[in-house]
């Protein structure tokens, strides 16, 4: 099976980072640092697709800085404590790699900002595939999930997307492909509820349970 994962709010702990990065981009631009639940609703989003959602309306050389603020303080936090992942995250991806399935990343990071993590974390060439939100189309548009399964041959049905937001189990949805949610990450379980996950877990390692008796969509 292909096991495709969103990255920040399900498998790193690095929600606190993005909310954090994103209201000191605020103040220095002058305004009002935004709430921790409107930042955290935006995780999962491509960024240029994120601030406009925070900041409807918002003109494109503004948006532009504050990009490039938020990219800065994020990766000044990161550097100075880098997100870890969560409990039993590496634990269970090394156990479906022991049973052969095939693992891939789905993610609103940028391209650089992925590979800097991988790299910064060892695990360069650790998924078999990845796509992000500035190489693609962002979440919850399929086309990134339609990319790597045409990327694996697999049929939809023979994948999962694994999240924390409604991007995901929306982005999921709409490639009709089954979906687990974690309940630990950016959007709380009562708004993933409503996608139909096979399972919401509140543990990483709940997944090795499932794969024992895989759900259709």
């Known amino acids: ?71 800065e303080h994020f990766l000044a936090i990161d550097q100075a404590e880098p997100a870890q992942f969560y409990p039993q995250v590496m634990e269970s991806l090394e156990s479906l790699r022991g049973d052969g399935h095939q693992l891939a990343v789905a993610t609103g990071k940028s391209r650089r900002g992925l590979d800097r993590v991988f790299q910064r974390l060892g695990l360069e060439g650790y998924f078999h595939a990845s796509r992000c939100a500035d190489e693609t189309a962002s979440k919850p548009d399929p086309r990134m999930l339609h990319e790597l399964l045409e990327h694996f041959s697999v049929p939809a049905n023979q994948a999962v997307m694994v999240g924390d937001t409604e991007y995901d189990m929306e982005m999921a949805r709409r490639a009709n492909m089954p979906r687990i949610a974690v309940s630990y990450g950016a959007h709380e379980a009562v708004r993933l509820h409503p996608y139909e996950p096979a399972l919401c877990m509140d543990c990483f390692s709940e997944i090795l349970q499932w794969q024992l008796t895989p759900q259709s969509v």
């Open 1 to 71: 099976m292909l096991y495709i994962f969103d990255w920040d709010g399900t498998l790193s702990d690095s929600t606190g980072t993005i909310v954090t990065a994103m209201q000191r981009a605020a103040e220095d631009l002058g305004w009002q640092r935004p709430e921790r639940d409107a930042v955290r609703n935006i995780i999962g989003l491509g960024l240029p697709e994120a601030l406009q959602v925070l900041y409807p309306g918002i003109e494109a050389p503004t948006a532009e800085r504050l990009r490039a603020l938020y990219s």
